[in-house]
């Protein structure tokens, strides 16, 4: 036991998986989507097609759009889709200041005392 190696599994980048291949991040996707897809299911009719599968695809349409938000990456940043969404939603939503005069711009090299360094 002394001076010898044990690995500690810090920061391993495995994730946690609790259903299937999902984490608990996916799945908080896919559970609305699921009963979305169920809702609909309910209160959608079948297309009129004669196959059992293409008669009903509209109903998991939930389902693929909640799977592309949770699998697909961003190329550049390496975030998922609904990480990269909510990121560029808070930076278009945040606030902008424009100084166009350079008698409005404040001066930031005075100190407290009102003097310039």
Same mark, same amino acid.
């Given at each position: ?7 500690? =599994? &810090? *920061? #391993?980048? $495995?994730?946690?998986? %609790? ?8 799945? !908080? ?18 297309? =009129? &097609? *004669? #196959?059992? $599968?293409?008669?009903? %695809? ?8 909640? !799977? ?50």
């Amino acid at each position: 036991m002394y001076k010898e190696y044990h690995e500690v =599994p &810090f *920061n #391993s980048k $495995i994730k946690e998986t %609790i259903i299937g291949p999902f984490s608990w991040s996916q799945l !908080m996707w896919l559970a609305p989507a699921c009963y979305l897809s169920y809702q609909i299911a309910q209160h959608v009719p079948p297309l =009129p &097609f *004669n #196959s059992l $599968i293409f008669d009903r %695809i509209h109903y998991f349409l939930p389902i693929i759009i909640a !799977m592309i938000f949770v699998m697909f990456k961003h190329p550049k940043t390496n975030l998922t889709l609904s990480q990269y969404l909510i990121v560029q939603i808070k930076l278009n939503n945040r606030k902008r200041t424009f100084y166009y005069r350079r008698e409005r711009m404040p001066d930031l090299f005075k100190t407290k005392g009102g003097e310039k360094n």
